[in-house]
């Protein structure tokens, strides 16, 4: 049974910083491009950030510089730091794990970044 968990949501002031851990259970986690998705209300869920299964990493441009994404394959999680929050990095975090034509979705963990 494929499991995606998502921890580390919150509330954060602006400015401040969170760190989301996923944990991934029931698939061969290495092989796959693990990333992290939000969507907030009124809009399309997005990519935030990605890593495939050799390291090669992609962020949005809204995160770049901000966010860092990273993959334990030993522990089978994938994490995402995110730094220098504001109110629009305000959404559901879901964790993704995607390989050609398959694709596996957390249950998603809220960030809400407010004063």
């Known amino acids: 049974q494929v499991q995606l968990v998502e921890s580390g949501g919150g509330l954060v002031q602006p400015g401040g910083s969170l760190r989301l851990s996923c944990a991934a259970s029931?698939?061969?986690?290495?092989?796959?491009?693990m990333g992290w998705y939000r969507q907030s209300p009124g809009k399309q869920r997005e990519l935030v950030a990605s890593?495939?299964?050799?390291?090669?990493?992609n962020y949005a441009d809204s995160v770049k510089g901000r966010f860092t994404i990273s993959r334990d394959n030993a522990a089978n999680t994938v994490n995402l730091g995110m730094n220098s929050l504001n109110p629009e990095d305000t959404a559901v975090y879901y964790c993704?794990?995607?390989?050609?034509?398959?694709?596996?979705w957390g249950q998603g963990t809220q960030v809400t970044v407010s004063s």
């Open positions: 993704n794990a995607k390989l050609r034509l398959l694709t596996y």
């Open positions: 029931g698939f061969a986690f290495s092989i796959y491009t």
């Open positions: 890593i495939t299964s050799s390291g090669s990493i």
